[in-house]
């Protein structure tokens, strides 16, 4: 049961960082207008932004859980609170990305938001790891 | 070893986790998005293919790295670590193996090699599925 948790976990760090990642590298790749109006590079970055959600909604209730049953193993210290503030950093953002994408007919305008925010999801994907490990010695 | 170090080891080896997921997995939904789309669309979104592999191998080269410093100074050595990591390692040399294919791949569909681009389809999801089963005897090894 632990291991299936922290591997569940870990799977779901990696789908979401997969998502958060590739959408930031295929947003560089795409060219500066394909970025705000759209045009193949955006359905792939619908796929990418979808992945990184699943990820994330994967990551929330199995973290929890594994300090709601190993309190000595996940001590809620100082960097477990830096970690949990740069997750909701990145969950805010990928959530925002989401919505972003499922109004871009009706509010085209919202995508000049894309170029800022797919980065920062994947920032917020690095410090939130690097405080895992400050945390906990670990990653989960 | 400080563990300042081992922490900054460890913290390298998740960031190339996570560059190697992102890479790999990217590279194979980019590929199978682009043959969706009409041929002028497709070169467009498989002009991202070659990024995405090379990020995941630099994620895995990352990963090879500090994995091999985390087993010696933070366990004391190969000899130490239990039977599951060596099932790991299994899957880490799939992995490997898998991603030098891909590149190799890329540079030969640069050089004007476009049936080499058939093999794609095929090392994308054998890199993916090493890479799960890595991280689940990871998991099982140091847990």
Same mark, same amino acid.
């Given at each position: 049961?632990?291991?299936?948790?922290?591997?569940?976990?870990?799977?779901?760090?990696?789908?979401?960082? *997969?998502?958060?990642? *590739?959408?930031?590298?295929?947003?560089?790749? *795409?060219?500066?207008?394909?970025?705000?109006?759209?045009?193949?590079?955006?359905?792939?970055?619908?796929? #990418?932004?979808?992945?990184?959600?699943?990820?994330?909604?994967?990551?929330?209730?199995?973290?929890?859980?594994?300090?709601?049953?190993?309190?000595?193993?996940?001590?809620?210290?100082?960097?477990?609170?830096?970690?949990?503030?740069?997750?909701?950093?990145?969950?805010?953002?990928?959530?925002?990305?989401?919505?972003?994408?499922?109004?871009?007919?009706?509010?085209?305008?919202?995508?000049?938001?894309?170029?800022?925010?797919?980065?920062?999801?994947?920032?917020?994907?690095?410090?939130?790891?690097?405080?895992?490990?400050?945390? #906990?010695?670990?990653?989960? | 070893?400080?563990?300042?170090? +081992?922490?900054?080891? +460890?913290?390298?080896?998740?960031?190339?986790?996570?560059?190697?997921?992102?890479?790999?997995?990217?590279?194979?939904?980019?590929?199978?998005?682009?043959?969706?789309?009409?041929?002028?669309?497709?070169?467009?979104?498989?002009?991202?293919?070659?990024?995405?592999?090379?990020?995941?191998?630099?994620?895995?080269?990352?990963?090879?790295?500090?994995?091999?410093?985390?087993?010696?100074?933070? &366990?004391?050595?190969?000899?130490?670590?239990?039977?599951?990591?060596?099932?790991? +390692?299994?899957?880490?040399?799939?992995?490997?193996?898998?991603?030098?294919?891909?590149?190799?791949? &890329?540079?030969?569909?640069?050089?004007?090699?476009?049936?080499?681009?058939?093999?794609?389809?095929?090392?994308?999801?054998?890199?993916?599925?090493?890479?799960?089963?890595?991280?689940?005897?990871?998991?099982?090894?140091?847990?």
């Amino acid at each position: 049961m632990d291991s299936a948790l922290v591997i569940l976990h870990v799977l779901a760090l990696m789908l979401g960082s *997969a998502g958060g990642f *590739a959408a930031m590298l295929t947003l560089g790749h *795409a060219r500066p207008k394909q970025k705000e109006k759209g045009g193949a590079m955006r359905g792939v970055g619908r796929v #990418f932004s979808t992945m990184s959600l699943m990820g994330i909604l994967v990551l929330w209730p199995t973290g929890i859980a594994l300090v709601a049953t190993h309190p000595d193993e996940y001590p809620l210290n100082p960097m477990f609170w830096m970690k949990m503030g740069f997750a909701i950093v990145l969950t805010t953002t990928t959530v925002s990305i989401e919505v972003i994408y499922a109004r871009a007919k009706q509010e085209p305008d919202l995508a000049r938001l894309l170029p800022s925010l797919k980065p920062l999801a994947a920032l917020s994907y690095i410090v939130t790891a690097v405080f895992s490990v400050l945390a #906990f010695g670990r990653f989960a | 070893m400080d563990q300042t170090i +081992l922490d900054a080891l +460890l913290i390298v080896h998740f960031a190339g986790l996570m560059m190697g997921a992102g890479g790999g997995i990217g590279s194979t939904i980019v590929m199978g998005y682009a043959r969706s789309l009409p041929e002028e669309q497709a070169i467009i979104v498989r002009g991202a293919g070659p990024a995405l592999a090379r990020l995941s191998t630099f994620g895995l080269v990352l990963m090879l790295v500090t994995g091999g410093a985390l087993v010696q100074f933070r &366990y004391g050595g190969f000899g130490a670590m239990p039977q599951m990591f060596w099932v790991k +390692l299994v899957f880490v040399a799939t992995l490997t193996l898998a991603a030098i294919l891909i590149e190799v791949t &890329y540079a030969q569909v640069k050089k004007g090699n476009a049936a080499a681009a058939a093999n794609l389809p095929r090392l994308g999801p054998v890199a993916g599925i090493s890479a799960l089963l890595a991280v689940v005897f990871a998991a099982l090894a140091f847990h």
